[in-house]
Structure formats: C-alpha cells, structure tokens
Nanobody
Framework: QVQLVESGGGLVQPGGSLRLSCAAS????????MGWHRQAPGKERELVAT???????NYADSGKGRFTISRDNAKNTVNLQMNGLKPEDTAVYYC???????????????WGKGTLVTVSS
C-alpha cells in the first residue's frame, strides 16, 4: 500500500556532508510525524531526528548543530542534511513515517529499507 524509498547515502570523508532523502508513495491520506533513525554495526537502532506535521523538530544530542531535518508535504518527502560528519555517524539510516492510509482509522508506522552512510578517510 505504502512504500518509503531512501536515497543519498554513500561514502564521505570526516567533516564532509551528505543529504538523505526519503519519499513515500501509495494510498496516502496524510503524513504525521516523519523521522530518521540509524543503526550502527553491533548497536541498536536509535533516533536521529523527527519533524511533525507542524514543522516542529526534535534531534538526538549526537546530531544537534550538525544535522537538519526538513519535509516537503507536497512531495511526501523528508530530508536529512548532515554536515560535519564523523566516523561515529557511520550507520544504516532509516526513514520512518506515521501515515494515514486510505481504509485505516489510525496512523500506521512505515519504515524504509535503509541507506548506508559510511564516514571514513
């Protein structure tokens, strides 16, 4: 019914920048909260940033001042601009959206398949 597709991952040197994007498609009525999570090798998945339908944002301490989350409601997309990347930012990044879908009463959480970000010299 709904698919989330991430793009923009890759290899970047420490101090570099990357911009991740995630687009949702399908039987979408509206999208509430959008967010990014990440999972580093051997670690649990953790929150990176969220943005709600009103545009209010929330960031994990690890990304404050370096990451910026934004959304384009017309395109059903969420972006994550990452600057000043560090080796410890290496992880698979997943987008997540709470979506109101045709035929369902409550928002349903959807996840993308992830995009790998590697920060290394």
């Amino acid at each position: 019914q709904v698919q989330l597709v991430e793009s923009g991952g890759g290899l970047v040197q420490p101090g570099g920048s990357l911009r991740l994007s995630c687009a949702a498609s399908g039987s979408i009525v509206s999208i509430n909260t959008m967010g990014w999570h990440r999972q580093a090798p051997g670690k649990e998945r953790e929150l990176v940033a969220t943005i709600n339908s009103g545009g209010s944002t929330n960031y994990a301490d690890s990304g404050k001042g370096r990451f910026t989350i934004s959304r384009d409601n017309a395109k059903n997309t969420v972006n994550l601009q990452m600057n000043g990347l560090k080796p410890e930012d290496t992880a698979v990044y997943y987008c997540q959206m709470d979506i109101s879908v045709i035929g369902h009463y409550h928002d349903i959480p959807y996840w993308g398949k992830g995009t790998l970000v590697t920060v290394s010299s």
